[in-house]
């Protein structure tokens, strides 16, 4: 798929640009990075036999089928899975979910589905689809795209899009970080995101902009989104093959603290005011 190699003071990045329907890794693109970033948690969502909790869509802690690890097409998964075992990568999620029939395809302002929004939106996924397809699925991502599509992201801010990605940043730039430390160098971070996902290279590159755009949605306490997985980072590890545990990995959760929510008021304290 496209990708885009860039870097920032706490770390390199490589993003790939893909989709939930047909992707392929390049080859060699994420050769020497140590870590590997997925929107993985999407899959929970057509699973739900996986315990999911119905209040934070979190999956518990424990054992997780391999075929859930990814959203993306098999053929493309069981590459990028034996990718992963063959040289030893963390695996990480930071993704959250917008909540179903709340907002997810709708502006944040308002609930209202009008032309303007819906021609911004039809226009957002065009662009998207260049992202994912020029040239041949392999080309880099120019300057100019990856400006148009945080531009238009951003016009049309919905929690299904341009919120998810702001979140998103703000936790690769806090795991960044974290690996840094660990390694005492700059870390190389792979990154596979949906191709509607573009503008997380615009706001790891830069800062202020990110932070403008988690100040617009924590004044609105993060609306239309499951706001139990703001703070959680998933960690994924293999679990070494046996007849019982084949293609099964390991998840862990981490509270990383770098978001506040407003508690939602009782009726009685509502009602007081």
Request: aromatic share 12%; net charge positive; with cysteine.
């Amino acid at each position: 798929m496209a990708y885009s190699l860039f870097s920032t003071p706490v770390a390199n990045y490589i993003f790939e640009a893909g989709n939930h329907f047909w992707c392929r890794r390049k080859k060699g693109v994420f050769d020497g990075i140590d870590a590997f970033v997925t929107e993985a948690f999407l899959t929970y969502n057509f699973h739900p036999d996986y315990g999911i909790d119905v209040k934070t869509n979190n999956v518990p802690e424990g054992t997780i089928a391999e075929k859930t690890l990814l959203t993306i097409s098999v053929r493309a998964k069981e590459d990028y899975l034996l990718f992963f075992k063959e040289k030893n990568i963390p695996v990480y999620s930071v993704d959250v979910l917008p909540i179903s029939g709340e907002g997810e395809m709708f502006s944040i302002e308002t609930k209202e589905r009008s032309v303007k929004k819906m021609e911004r939106s039809i226009t957002f996924l065009g662009l998207s689809a260049l992202i994912s397809l020029q040239p041949f699925s392999r080309g880099e991502i120019s300057e100019k795209m990856k400006n148009k599509v945080v531009d238009v992201s951003e016009k049309n801010p919905t929690a299904l899009y341009n919120e998810r990605s702001v979140i998103a940043a703000e936790k690769i730039s806090a795991l960044a970080c974290k690996l840094s430390s660990t390694l005492g160098r700059l870390p190389t971070i792979g990154i596979t995101y949906g191709f509607m996902h573009a503008d997380i290279i615009t706001y790891l590159q830069d800062s202020e902009r990110r932070e403008k755009m988690i100040s617009f949605y924590k004044e609105k306490n993060f609306p239309h989104i499951f706001q139990g997985q703001l703070n959680i980072l998933r960690s994924y590890k293999h679990i070494s093959s046996t007849d019982s545990q084949k293609g099964y990995w390991k998840v862990k959760f981490e509270n990383m603290n770098l978001f506040v929510v407003e508690q939602e008021k009782s009726i009685s304290q509502k009602r007081r005011k």
